[in-house]
């Protein structure tokens, strides 16, 4: 692995255009600038990834890795709001790239128009300082778990189907969970979005919330919902939240902080 880059300090045009965050209490000038030399992967450009992209981006996030090795689709427009009509057949990545690089310029996009394997996957996320998981199916989400448990890095997931929506954060400490543990509890749905359907703004909301858990945990501002798994019911627009325990048991995490 190559050196880190020298770290970035806001300029004067900077500081005018991310005002609003610095203005907060907690965030200030000090962590708009951690923001701007965080390096976040997301995985998966698809409704959730189109969402959270936009926001990170607009919110000054110094470098984004886009990873995804699909095209998009007429029935991606729905739902994938980072897409124009003349983007079908473009590579998601690609057409992300170009929107989001237009929409702060100071950003350092970086494509990955690919399915990485393990391997490829694991170096990826060591270069990365947070991972956000935007696919689509158990397995992948769970793999990429795995990954970031092994690695120590934090890791945002979230999922929508149908009006439903789930969203997961982990932070490596040895007291809280991982991915793994939660999904112990059910099987596989073989259900895509095709089938059973998706409710366009659910996977906004879910892509957005992806979105804020990052940028707190990445400038150490609020409080991360860790230790917790969220669910969105789009009909009574309600979340529910259950707190869950490390698994001693947990094939991923049980032993992760003793290796």
């Known amino acids: 692995m190559s050196q880190n880059p020298p770290l970035r300090t806001l300029t004067a045009a900077q ?3 991310y005002n609003r ?3 907060l209490p907690g965030m200030d000038l000090d962590g708009q600038e951690r923001l701007l030399n965080a390096r976040v992967l997301m995985i998966g ?3 959730l990834g189109n969402a959270a992209a936009q926001y990170l981006v607009a919110a000054g996030l110094g470098s984004l890795t886009l990873c995804d090795d699909d095209r998009v689709e007429m029935t991606n427009l729905q739902r994938q709001v ?4 003349q983007d079908v057949g473009q590579g998601k990545c690609q057409a992300a790239q170009a929107r989001l690089q237009a929409m702060n310029s100071d950003a350092q996009i970086t494509i990955l128009p690919a399915r990485l394997d393990e391997a490829r996957l694991a170096e990826q996320i060591q270069g990365h300082d947070l991972v956000l998981d935007c696919t689509d199916n158990l397995a992948s989400r769970n793999l990429i778990n795995r990954l970031c448990v092994k690695q120590l890095k934090p890791l945002v997931s979230g999922a929508a189907i149908r009006l ?3 969203l997961f954060c982990y932070l490596p400490a040895n007291n809280l969970p991982c991915y793994q543990c939660f999904s112990r ?3 596989e749905q073989q259900l895509s979005c095709s089938e059973a359907g998706i409710l366009a703004p659910v996977v906004g909301l879910i892509g957005i919330m992806q979105a804020l858990e990052a940028i707190k945990i990445l400038t150490g501002i609020g409080k991360p919902v860790t230790g917790q798994i969220q669910l969105f019911d789009a009909q009574t627009s309600q979340w529910q939240c ?12 049980a032993s992760a902080y003793s290796d």
């Open 15 to 17: 500081a005018m255009r």
């Open 21 to 23: 965050h610095i203005s």
């Open 45 to 47: 450009v698809g409704g």
């Open 82 to 85: 980072l897409f124009a009509e």
């Open 164 to 166: 439903e929506g789930q």
């Open 185 to 187: 509890l059910f099987s």
């Open 242 to 253: 259950y707190q869950l325990k490390p698994d001693p048991h947990c094939p991923v995490c």
